[in-house]
């Protein structure tokens, strides 16, 4: 019998090892959980176009893992943001076009790491509306949320001028080598740039953020798509195991010296 109870211990450490890789790859991709949405662990390879990915629940993913953001012609600062990552809870238009004041624009500065996540809703078909609410979990803070297209004539408050931002993190991502995995020849058309209704420019939105924590509810109408970009503080590898490994290591630890126990018990026998 003790052959046979060794043989079933290193069998379970085996199983435990491959969960602690399977563990530390989840920890990369950097999504801790997501429902209402179906998270994929890379960009579609061809496109987000409209009619491209076309499913009843919306998807989600990354886009650049550990990058740093980057000073382009156009804006030499940094990343423009539609929000700040900081809580709350608002439809992101009131009146049609107009800006809610909840939501506080910000510009991310040039250098700062981050990984960027893209939302993305293109329901089956062209019904006359399609309804989700979604809420993802990440392992670092939400440090801005890109809403709308520059396409779109929006105002904040209303009769000022306001430029939607998603266009600008097409061009912030490519510059990081985004989209992950995508080749180079088809990223200068990957994204829906000139196409006013890939936002959630709509009243029948809600927004809510909380720490590491995005929810959203809404719809899209016929053949017009919602996109949200998500940027999060990086994902740092540190020699530190996240909780989850930890505890795995501490239960391979146990095992091998409950393995040890029985081997030494097996030569006194």
Not at 74 to 94: K, N
Request: proline share 9%.
């Amino acid at each position: 019998m003790q052959p046979a109870r060794n043989i079933a211990l290193t069998a379970l450490l085996v199983v435990l090892l491959a969960a602690l890789q399977s563990q530390s790859a989840h920890a990369a991709f950097g999504i801790t959980s997501a429902s209402g949405a179906v998270e994929l662990p890379g960009p579609p390879l061809l496109n987000v176009l409209p009619g491209s990915n076309e499913a009843p629940l919306p998807i989600v993913f990354p886009e650049v893992i550990n990058g740093v953001l980057a000073a382009t012609q156009a804006h030499p600062l940094g990343l423009d943001v539609d929000h700040d990552g900081s809580a709350v809870v608002a439809a992101p238009t009131i009146s049609g076009n107009v800006v809610n004041p909840a939501l506080i624009s910000t510009t991310i500065p040039v250098g700062t790491g981050f990984n960027s996540y893209l939302f993305h809703f293109d329901p089956v078909g062209s019904p006359f509306f399609s309804i989700y609410v979604a809420t993802i979990s990440f392992d670092n803070p939400i440090i801005g949320v890109q809403l709308f297209s520059d396409g779109f004539l929006l105002n904040k408050p209303s009769g000022t001028g306001y430029t939607g931002t998603l266009e600008q993190g097409d061009s912030q991502i490519i510059a990081n080598g985004g989209p992950i995995g995508v080749p180079a020849v088809l990223k200068p058309t990957y994204y829906p740039a000139g196409v006013a209704f890939r936002g959630v420019e709509e009243d029948a939105f809600v927004l809510a953020i909380a720490g590491n924590t995005i929810q959203v509810g809404g719809s899209s109408s016929g053949p017009e798509i919602d996109q949200i970009r998500i940027i999060t503080a990086p994902t740092i590898q540190t020699g530190v195991p996240e909780p989850a490994t930890a505890t795995t290591w501490a239960i391979i630890a146990l095992i091998g010296c409950c393995t040890a126990f029985v081997w030494q018990k097996q030569k006194k026998c």
